[in-house]
């Protein structure tokens, strides 16, 4: 009954890492190139803004973005690339399923809790209402899979909900109810400082990250910086059960070379992480600094990345539209 069709979304919050390459973007080139699906992939500026953007910042990390999209392998002629704010259908829908939503769903989500912390009064309405525009952002598309790590898991849950709610309701069978495809574990990159914490842009030290716009240099040094232990690497997985840093070099290695993390130890058990390092490194410095430079190259013609958006909230609007206007009609507007 419905298309095949992936949607995910990113926030232009700024700074990319190695995380969002690995975690989002390498996987939704993957989802792309596979051809199963039609891939719907969008900068959710709408979301970033639920806590407080400088508009210059947004506006540059919109284009930054879609540069990173772009220099990662996603092909604005084969999957639907855009701007949140450029399909208002999806800010529409989410006023809809606003309604649709329950207090106490929301009132749930750990992300809430956790971002809202003890000065809940103080968090924009935004925030609160989140899921219910990301599950706007899903549905309008009609996506049947959407590509989630952990923790936007209970999230997508809360879509599932919204668009059973609305259909039991209306008494229709309008929405899908969207499964999640799970990432699996080497695709959660942890921190290089401390592989218990996840990498991300907001960790103080520069070199607990590698950005996607690092130089090659840049690249290696924190690699060579990395934490690890003075152990050789072990022959079976279970061997890095205790060792957080040096399984999480394993999994980046893992992801870059598309190969299983025991593949990985099958190649290099015995191997000191004075030996393993600068292998990986090179491999990292070859899979990732031609995306930072041609993420420069992409953000010197602001005004082709605007014309590229352009044309991709275009597309957008000729799948979103219609499907808007049937839930309109639905809810008897
Ligand atoms: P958001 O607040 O929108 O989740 P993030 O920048 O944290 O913004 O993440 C954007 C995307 O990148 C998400 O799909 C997220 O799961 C993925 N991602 C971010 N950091 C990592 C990481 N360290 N490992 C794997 N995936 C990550
Ligand atoms: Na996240």
């Keep these: 009954q419905f298309t095949p069709r992936v949607f995910s979304g990113i926030q232009?919050?700024?700074?990319?890492?190695?995380?969002?390459?690995?975690?989002?973007?390498?996987?939704f080139v993957d989802m792309q190139d596979a051809g199963t699906h039609e891939t719907i992939y969008c900068m959710v500026d709408l979301h970033a803004i639920t806590v407080a953007q400088d508009p210059k910042d947004l506006a540059h990390n919109t284009r930054e973005l879609c540069a990173g999209f772009i220099a990662s392998g996603i092909d604005p002629e084969k999957s639907v690339l855009f701007n949140q704010s450029q399909v208002p259908e999806h800010a529409q829908l989410g006023w809809i399923f606003n309604c649709v939503a329950r207090m106490g769903w929301m009132g749930r989500m750990t992300q809430w809790k956790d971002k809202a912390g003890k000065n809940a009064e103080q968090a924009s309405l935004g925030l609160f209402a989140y899921p219910a525009l990301m599950a706007a952002d899903i549905l309008?598309?009609?996506?049947?899979?959407?590509p989630v790590g952990e923790d936007q898991k209970q999230h997508l849950e809360l879509t599932r909900d919204i668009a059973a709610k609305f259909n039991h309701d209306y008494g229709v069978d309008f929405f899908p109810i969207t499964e999640p495809v799970i990432e699996g574990a080497a695709t959660r990159v942890m921190s290089l400082r401390d592989g218990t914490k996840k990498m991300s842009k907001s960790d103080p030290s520069d070199l607990s990250r590698i950005n996607m716009t690092d130089t090659a240099d840049a690249i290696a040094k924190k690699i060579r910086k990395a934490k690890t232990d003075p152990e050789p690497l072990p022959e079976a997985l279970d061997g890095l059960d205790e060792r957080p840093d040096a399984r999480n070099l394993v999994n980046i290695y893992a992801a870059l070379a598309e190969i299983t993390p025991q593949q990985v130890l099958d190649q290099h058990a015995g191997s000191q992480f004075g030996t393993f390092k600068p292998v990986l490194a090179d491999l990292a410095v070859e899979k990732?600094?031609?995306?930072?430079?041609?993420?420069?190259?992409?953000?010197?013609?602001?005004?082709?990345?605007?014309?590229?958006?352009?044309?991709?909230?275009e597309r957008g609007r000729e799948i979103a539209a219609p499907i808007l206007a049937k839930t309109l009609e639905i809810v008897g507007m």
């Design 12 to 27: 232009p919050s700024g700074g990319l890492t190695l995380g969002n390459y690995l975690g989002a973007m390498k996987r």
């Design 140 to 146: 309008v598309y009609h996506a049947t899979h959407v």
């Design 288 to 313: 990732l600094a031609p995306i930072g430079t041609e993420m420069s190259r992409l953000m010197e013609d602001q005004a082709e990345i605007d014309r590229i958006l352009a044309r991709g909230a």
